[in-house]
């Protein structure tokens, strides 16, 4: 079907999932709460992934199939919603929202208009991990090769928040370990390293 293959999908998944503005979830069991029919969070409980279904324009015939999207994991993620016309924040024009249809009333008749939400965070609990991708640093790189580099990190709990539709921040609680990778350009990594050069504290011959 035409929807599935717009979320990447070639057949309907093993596990429940659910689209929460630019995020695939994924989990054992995902549960929408609607508290008097207003989307307030969506929850994905057991081995939870978020997946980015936005900025594929980063990847590249070279883009290995573990880095074509940025991900979020944990035990569980919890996507957090705010109305668009929530007074805290203005809906930036172009954003994409989140439409949901309340239950028809009682006479069988829809509701005349829907509410629209943006997703304002995502929050993944116990084992938390995420997979960024950013641009290389190297102008090289990122002109003409089109590489990313990759930004990995762990920790008890990770919140992203979202701004204009976009990745605001990162925040982590508890045991934080990470790493970032940086690409590099095919011309240095090509070029042989010079072994005949003096090695700083001693000569070519090792001797004091």
């Known amino acids: 079907p035409q929807e599935l293959m717009e979320l990447g999908l070639d057949r ?20 929408v709460l609607a508290p008097d029919e207003v989307l307030d969070e969506v929850w994905a409980m057991g081995g939870a992934r978020a997946e980015s279904l936005a ?21 569980t993620i919890v996507a957090i919603f705010v109305p668009q016309d929530d007074s805290s924040s203005v809906q930036p024009e172009g954003v994409e929202t989140v439409q949901v249809v309340a239950p028809p009333s009682a006479g069988g008749e829809a509701p005349a208009d829907s509410a629209k939400y943006r997703l304002d965070r995502l929050v993944a609990r116990v084992g938390a ?12 790189v990122a002109e003409e090769e089109g590489r990313l580099a990759i930004h990995y990190v762990i920790g008890d709990e990770i919140t992203i928040l ?47």
Not at 61 to 67: A, Q, R, W
Not at 129 to 140: F, G, K, N, P
């Open 12 to 31: 309907f998944p093993a596990r429940p999932h659910a689209v929460a503005q630019d995020y695939l979830l994924w989990a054992d069991s995902i549960e």
């Open 55 to 75: 900025r594929d324009s980063l990847n590249t015939e070279e883009t290995p199939p573990l880095i074509e999207r940025d991900w979020l994991e944990g035990d």
């Open 129 to 140: 991990r995420s997979l960024y991708r950013l641009a290389a640093t190297d102008s090289a």
């Open 162 to 208: 979202m701004s204009e539709g976009e990745v605001d921040r990162m925040e982590v609680t508890g045991a934080t370990r990470g790493i970032h990778l940086e690409p590099v350009a095919t011309r240095r990594r090509d070029t042989p390293p010079d072994t005949t050069a003096v090695q700083r504290g001693g000569n070519p011959g090792g001797g004091r």
